[in-house]
């Protein structure tokens, strides 16, 4: 059992590092009032085929990473609470 958690946590760490790189890399989303003026719609290429970019990648396993970041910490919770 001493193995395993030793393993998680090495894991559980190794995607803390690379969250806290993939959220440092992107870009702000959010274009405020100048988008609404401007007319930075949804109706464009690139808000269509957002997915595809090198951004909307990095947002997927940001997520992907998150999610598996909050499981770990619930098994290691469990882990280090049953002995």
């Known amino acids: ?18 969250l806290v790189v993939l959220i ?3 870009s702000k989303e959010d274009s405020g009032a100048s ?4 007319g930075a719609g949804a109706n464009n290429f690139y808000e269509k ?15 992907g990473l998150m999610i598996t970041f909050f499981i770990l910490t619930i098994v290691l919770d469990i882990m280090f609470v049953v002995k």
């Open 35 to 38: 988008g609404t003026v401007m």
């Open 1 to 18: 059992m001493e193995i395993a958690k030793n393993i998680i946590i090495g894991i559980y760490f190794i995607i803390c590092a690379v």
């Open 49 to 63: 085929n957002k997915g595809r970019t090198i951004e909307g990648k990095m947002k997927r396993a940001t997520i």
């Open 24 to 26: 440092l890399k992107q």
